[in-house]
């Protein structure tokens, strides 16, 4: 059991480019989030989904974009990254949409120089 | 903004000794409560949860307390070990949405 699967490890992009960040569960969890960290920040949310089709913005949605097309993916696309794009992503899951804790992935550290 | 915080950025206990980290909340609607554990080069780790209707919660070596009068969550961790160093997060859960918002984190050491 994978759990939460996170690739790549690590990106380095140059501003403008574009990339998607993959995440995947194998537990057949309905709610799946993206979070980003950045020092002294704690995670904040980017967007979420709490089912297949289903998609909203979280905290700080602007500059990526999400879809849900299946319960297991829910891949975070940057559209033209930027520097201050450059933090740690952590995709989470969990198997209720309230009061159920998110199990999370162990992160993509992305650089945009 | 509403947000969740920590009082204190870092903590450094001696091995043995209970360690006790705190956490206030802004969100008086908010109705899960939750503590992560972060190692370095990790993703956070699930510690324990605790339900608004709940005061207190007890798991293997922590106990969460909640306070709803002052907003005030802690994580009591009995007899401090080293591998017990780490971030400390703890998280709320905003009932519109099923948004889970951290705060900034406790960074704990423990001497050996």
């Known amino acids: 059991n994978a759990g939460v699967t996170q690739t790549p490890k690590f990106q380095v992009l140059k501003t403008g480019q574009s990339m998607t960040l993959q995440c995947a569960q194998d537990m057949n969890h309905e709610y799946m989030s993206w979070y980003r960290q950045d020092p002294g920040m704690g995670l904040r949310l980017i967007h979420y989904s709490v089912g297949a089709g289903i998609t909203d913005q979280g905290e700080v949605p602007n500059g990526y974009n999400v879809s849900r097309s299946t319960t297991e993916d829910f891949p975070l696309r940057l559209l033209s990254a930027a520097p201050s794009q450059t933090s740690v992503y952590f995709c989470?899951?969990?198997?209720?949409?309230?009061?159920?804790?998110?199990?999370f992935g162990n992160g993509t550290r992305l650089t945009v120089t | 903004g509403e947000s969740v915080g920590l009082h204190l950025p870092t903590l450094s206990v001696q091995e043995g000794d209970n360690s006790i980290i705190n956490c206030a909340y802004s969100n008086s609607a908010s109705d899960y409560f939750i503590w992560y554990k972060q190692e370095s080069g990790k993703g956070p780790q699930f510690i324990i949860d605790?339900?608004?209707?709940?005061d207190k919660r007890q798991g293997q070596r922590v106990t969460v307390l909640l306070n709803k009068t002052v907003k005030h969550l802690s994580l009591q961790i009995a007899a401090t070990q080293p591998g017990d160093s780490a971030v400390y997060f703890c998280a709320e859960n905003r009932p519109q949405g099923g948004k889970l918002i951290f705060g900034q984190g406790t960074e704990l050491s423990v001497k050996p």
């Open positions: 989470a899951s969990s198997g209720q949409v309230y009061n159920s804790p998110l199990h």
């Open positions: 605790i339900r608004s209707n709940m």
